[in-house]
């Protein structure tokens, strides 16, 4: 190698590890940070079982109750294969409620929201998912889903908060009910890997 | 109301970019021989007989066809084998009645060993095939047959619409429209069966609709957005691109309700006249003769409306030389009911408004009228347009070729038209109700309907004379006892050969 070689090749490692220590310095603490802000995995799990429980509960619900009606006209497989863009798209919705969730536990003060994730996570959950299902019963005649629908949704949670933090047996109710609906889990998330895998394969 | 005015001419105008665009989409159709005639069968959605002028209806509701009947073979005693969209789509398509396609349910499929069995496969060697239609349901079924269809036109042509259905690109298209647009996403069972994104979606399209409808366009569910003029100026830049021979199927969704008549047409009918009040029927839900008779002036006035955009569509056609080397077909897919306190379609009645639909079909270059009378069934359409193309109807059809085309009347024919929405594709075919047709008389047979209506579960007859009584007031089931007792024979023959599960009867 020609020494001219040698030189070039020298200033451009000395420049990725300068490179490498400015995003170290700004980035990899900033990881650390975050993955410090997220709440314990022994609290992320009661809460991602209620939101399983409720989402696919809703969906499972209507889907028994459209059955007696596919069963008609559909063959075992069609179903099967309807079943498995339902559990697909139950496991996104869940996974992105529970991200929003967890989003938020960043961004607020610690005891505000990630100290107490399974009370706080559980209750936000339990408010706004129960809310959506009577959203959903809306008659299509009115007006949708409107910014007066958002901010009393936003005024009833922190109403929710203030007035539930007082009463002890709400918290153990919550936390208890978290707490079970793990058992939700072990089901739901085979069947939705499953499921997402047959999606794959059928839009590959 | 009849002149192609400058407004129109501007209308016209505007659709010239969208159709250019399209047409680059649609490669030139097979010319594998140029010298046959293109067809062209235009579908107007729940599209009664009974409520058109130029069968008899005494509101001037259709100029413009009977315009168009001036150049055409018009069919007088046609049905359709179904009484909403899947099942009238399906035999209108494959030649076979509901108890053999088996899309008897609302939102069916064409059983699983028989989807090939369709027009567009039977074609194929001759034509190049364009299929259109609006209706979602009807769409499902193209996609059924989407193989054996060269240039499927999405949904969305000239139209705004919001669902996977839209785009026919989409892999697993079937499944996903039932899973998400027919189910997660559905804005009417009773809610959306997805907590989160449904609930959104379904707020989404509420303002989304309550905008267009503010834009006064056409709309059906709150997902498709139409004005009727551009969709027709559409297919009619298409046709004109197209080179011979096709087979264009086309179903648009007017007059089928919401009725929205707009302008001039909402004048229209203000005559205070009233149909005959026929006796409240025992199976479906009731509406009272009041409300049923607003309903069927908005109907008439969206007919009319239809009518004339039709009339323009016609026009754009003749100008473009199409008519002289097309065959033209307009029909529909089944009735419209205002009668006996049911309204629309899809119940378990069968009765005329019901069943009754148009066919007119008009042959290249056909400057006069023919009028033929006897009883025709949709499912003749298949065996016609075969027997036009020179081809040989395939066993499997039920449909005969209409008279005027080779066929010969035979008044000891018997044809079908069905409802068993209830009854399961897979199983035997209960509970349902038939009409059968035998020259002028008309038996009907409603089968294996529960709750308080007993008589109608173990099997109870209708019989009608329609040509001496078309408003079917007079049931001649004792009466005419010689008659009753040998139609019975045959319709439950028919019937009992038809209505075993699928697997016992099936690739029969």
């Known amino acids: 190698m020609a020494p001219e070689d040698i030189d070039k090749s020298i200033r451009q490692t000395r420049q990725a590890l300068r490179w490498q220590g400015v995003f170290s310095f700004y980035f990899g603490d900033m990881k650390l940070k975050l993955l410090n802000r997220l709440p314990g995995k022994e609290c992320i799990y009661p809460v991602y079982g209620l939101i399983v429980m409720l989402t696919y509960g809703w969906s499972l619900y209507h889907f028994f109750w459209i059955l007696p009606s596919w069963i008609k006209f559909q063959t075992a497989e069609e179903i099967g294969i309807l079943l498995c863009y339902i559990l697909a798209t139950n496991f996104v919705e869940s996974l992105l409620f529970l991200l929003g969730l967890l989003f938020i536990s960043m961004i607020l003060p610690a005891k505000r929201f990630r100290e107490d994730f399974v009370w706080r996570g559980g209750v936000s959950t339990l408010f706004i998912l129960i809310l959506f299902m009577f959203i959903s019963y809306t008659p299509t005649s009115s007006n949708g889903l409107t910014v007066k629908y958002g901010l009393g949704a936003a005024v009833g949670l922190i109403c929710v908060y203030l007035i539930s933090r007082k009463i002890n047996w709400a918290r153990k109710v919550v936390g208890s009910l978290a707490d079970r609906s793990i058992v939700f889990l072990y089901l739901s998330i085979p069947a939705s890997l499953i499921a997402l895998l047959v999606v794959l394969i059928r839009n590959i | ?508």
């Open chain 2, 1 to 508: 109301m009849n002149r192609f005015g400058r407004r129109d001419f501007l209308k016209l105008i505007t659709t010239i970019p969208a159709g250019m665009v399209l047409s680059k989409m649609l490669p030139h159709l097979g010319t594998s021989n140029p010298a046959l005639p293109n067809i062209i069968v235009v579908v107007l959605d729940a599209l009664t007989a009974r409520n058109m002028s130029l069968y008899g209806y005494p509101r001037r509701t259709t100029p413009h066809i009977e315009r168009f009947a001036s150049r055409a073979d018009v069919y007088h005693a046609h049905h359709s084998a179904g009484t909403f969209t899947s099942s009238g789509v399906a035999s209108l398509l494959t030649g076979t009645y509901p108890w053999s396609h088996r899309v008897i349910n609302l939102k069916g499929l064409i059983a699983r060993d028989r989807y090939k069995r369709n027009i567009f496969n039977l074609l194929h060697p001759l034509y190049g095939s364009v299929a259109f239609t609006q209706n979602y349901f009807a769409d499902y079924l193209l996609s059924q047959m989407g193989a054996d269809i060269e240039h499927h036109l999405p949904i969305s042509s000239w139209s705004e619409f919001e669902l996977y259905a839209a785009d026919v690109a989409h892999k697993d298209r079937s499944m996903k429209f039932r899973a998400y647009d027919d189910f997660l996403y559905a804005m009417d069972t009773p809610t959306p069966a997805s907590l989160l994104f449904g609930t959104i979606n379904k707020h989404k399209k509420i303002v989304f609709s309550q905008k267009k409808k503010e834009d006064r366009l056409q709309y059906y569910a709150y997902e498709l957005f139409y004005n009727l003029d551009s969709v027709f100026s559409g297919l009619a830049s298409q046709i004109t691109d197209l080179e011979s021979p096709a087979f264009c199927y086309f179903h648009l969704y007017p007059p089928h309700g919401p009725y929205l008549p707009e302008g001039e047409f909402l004048d229209l009918f203000q005559d205070g006249w009233q149909p005959i009040e026929k006796p409240i029927h025992p199976l479906p839900y009731v509406e009272s003769y009041e409300s049923l008779n607003r309903k069927r002036t908005q109907y008439d006035q969206y007919l009319a409306m239809t009518d004339a955009a039709f009339g323009r569509f016609l026009d754009g056609m003749d100008r473009a030389g199409l008519l002289k080397n097309s065959y033209l077909l307009l029909t529909s897919d089944h009735g419209e009911s205002f009668e006996r306190g049911y309204f629309e379609h899809a119940g378990p009645m069968v009765y005329e408004p019901s069943v009754h639909v148009p066919l007119l079909i008009s042959a290249p270059g056909q400057t006069t009228r023919r009028d033929f009378y006897s009883v025709t069934n949709s499912v003749d359409l298949l065996p016609t347009l075969l027997k036009i193309s020179d081809l040989e109807t395939p066993d499997w059809s039920e449909g005969l070729v209409l008279p005027g085309f080779g066929g010969e009347v035979d008044n000891t024919r018997l044809t079908f038209s069905m409802d068993a929405k209830n009854a399961s594709a897979f199983g035997y075919l209960t509970p349902i109700t038939i009409a059968m047709y035998e020259g002028n008389y008309k038996l009907i047979y409603y089968q294996g309907y529960g709750g308080e209506n007993a008589r109608y579960h173990k099997g109870l007859f209708e019989l009608y004379n329609l040509k001496d009584d078309p408003e079917e007031m007079q049931d001649l089931i004792d009466d005419e006892a010689d008659i009753s007792k040998r139609l019975k024979e045959r319709l439950l023959a028919a019937y009992n050969a038809a209505s075993a599960p699928l697997n016992q009867i099936k690739g029969s």
